[in-house]
């Protein structure tokens, strides 16, 4: 899962970065409204973290433009004061959800793990596919009852797939989706990484459709 966070303050953006990174998210960071609108717009995120105080352009416009723009990716928005007038114009610009400054980094975190679940479909925590059951709030996986450790990319990889499951996602599609922007995608670590994940979680749930991707089979579980 690939998340942009749009904020001005150095010390806060890393933050919001390093809290999101250890969640096991890829995180690409942007530091003025007019960066953040254009990579909003051209990458695959699946959820955006909004400040609305930004400079070249403010939140409240880069969302609009989003949404105009027919840009659906859940956001999150960032605000400085509790003033209702400015979430009511965050929410009628198309926000999913608003967060006061400050705020716990795990607050976060938890709202936008909510925020991709349900924009994939799912509404509880735990995303059950056969044998595979995974607590994304945690960030745990068990086969068959039995947890299994993955590295974060690992990770990445598994959660994509099981929030689509039963769908073939494309080989490009996971990649936008596992690396932030200053991946290789040359390489072929993707297919490295995915033969490692399919060892640990066994039993041929992640299926290659030849010439087309990859495809996690629930079995109707879900
Ligand atoms: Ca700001």
Request: glycine residues 8%; charged residues 25%.
């Amino acid at each position: 899962m690939r998340i942009l966070v749009v904020e001005d303050e150095p010390a806060l953006a890393l933050r919001l970065q390093k809290a999101l990174e250890n969640a096991s998210f890829a995180v690409d960071v942007s530091y003025d409204g007019e960066d953040g609108r254009h990579l909003g717009e051209t990458e695959p995120y699946d959820a955006i973290v909004l400040d609305l105080g930004l400079p070249k352009m403010d939140g409240v416009s880069v969302l609009q433009h989003w949404r105009a723009a027919s840009v659906s990716t859940p956001v999150l928005l960032l605000t400085a004061r509790s003033r209702w007038s400015e979430k009511m114009a965050g929410f009628n610009a198309g926000a999913d959800d608003y967060l006061t400054k400050p705020f716990e980094m795990e607050e976060v975190i938890y709202r936008v793990r909510g925020l991709i679940r349900r924009a994939s479909g799912h509404s509880r925590p735990e995303l059950v596919c056969g044998p595979l059951r995974i607590d994304t709030n945690a960030g745990r996986v068990h086969v068959h009852g039995a947890p299994i450790h993955l590295t974060a990319q690992e990770y990445r990889i598994l959660s994509y797939l099981a929030h689509h499951h039963d769908r073939i996602v494309k080989r490009t599609e996971l990649l936008e989706h596992v690396y932030d922007r200053h991946y290789d995608s040359d390489s072929n670590v993707l297919e490295v990484l995915l033969g490692r994940v399919r060892r640990k979680v066994g039993g041929g749930l992640i299926e290659t459709v030849r010439g087309q991707g990859y495809r996690l089979v629930s079995k109707g579980d879900v």
